[in-house]
């Protein structure tokens, strides 16, 4: 009985184990395709860099100070978008190297009389087209006239006016040299025409009638020496 049964129960264990239905082996998954090489030249995968900071030039042009050209530019934009006044943009020439505005009309070649010439005689020119030159003393805050002299402290000097009603001259305390052709007459100024000259050149009108030379200029050339 002891043979009998060590020879069935073996047998009876492989008979169950072929009646279990037997599981197929699922396929392992692929592994990913490797990433294709990056030619050379292309950026690799890393963190977003930094914004540079701004270099020193670009900072310096941020802090530089404005100069006094600039400022006086702002300024006539300003007054010019204020009162409606639309500028024509004259053209960059230069007389000698130097930057001048011509304004009007051309002058001719005739020479030019310094101012003190003129005014050691100035009834010999009295109603006399004349081309004269000089240092600006004072002029119109709105550019309808401007004083030359010999230099800017001289005691007198010559009014010009542009006439023509299509030109004037750009505001400016910077030291420039005009030269300007036209009509020189002499005139007469009561009290309150001295004030109201005075008041328009910013100075503080120091009242009193006096007489003045008046250039009625039908062109000039300022040249900014400064």
């Known amino acids: 009985m002891v043979l009998v049964g060590l020879f069935v129960f073996p047998c009876l264990a492989l008979a169950q184990d072929d009646q279990q239905p037997k599981t197929e082996e699922q396929p392992k998954p692929a592994p990913p395709p490797a990433a294709a090489p990056k030619a050379a030249g292309e950026d690799e995968d890393v963190a977003p860099k930094k914004k540079a900071p701004p270099s020193r030039k670009i900072e310096a042009a941020e802090g530089k100070k404005l100069k006094p050209q600039d400022l006086e530019k702002a300024m006539q934009e300003e007054m010019d ?12 020439t230069e007389t000698d190297g130097v930057p001048t505005d011509k304004l009007g009309s051309t002058l001719p070649e005739i020479k030019a ?6 005014l050691d005689d100035p009834e010999l020119f009295d109603g006399q087209r004349v081309k004269v030159r000089g240092l600006v003393k ?7 006239w401007l004083e030359v002299a010999e230099y800017k402290s001289a005691a007198s000097g ?10 004037k001259f750009f505001w400016s ?20 025409g001295a004030r109201i000259l005075d008041e328009e050149s910013g100075q503080k009108p120091k009242g009193g009638a006096r007489m003045e030379w008046v250039l009625e200029a ?4 300022v040249q900014w020496i400064d």
């Not at 010559?158 to 030109?167: D, N, S, V, Y």
């Open 81 to 92: 978008k204020r009162n409606g006044v639309v500028r024509e943009v004259l053209p960059v």
């Open 113 to 118: 009389f310094p101012v003190a010439t003129l």
């Open 158 to 167: 010559i009014r010009i006016l542009p006439m023509g009603g299509e030109w």
């Open 138 to 144: 004072r002029m119109s805050l709105t550019g309808a």
């Open 173 to 192: 305390d910077r030291e420039r040299r005009v030269t300007a052709y036209g009509l020189l007459k002499r005139r007469k100024l009561d009290s309150r």
């Open 218 to 221: 039908e062109g000039a050339e």
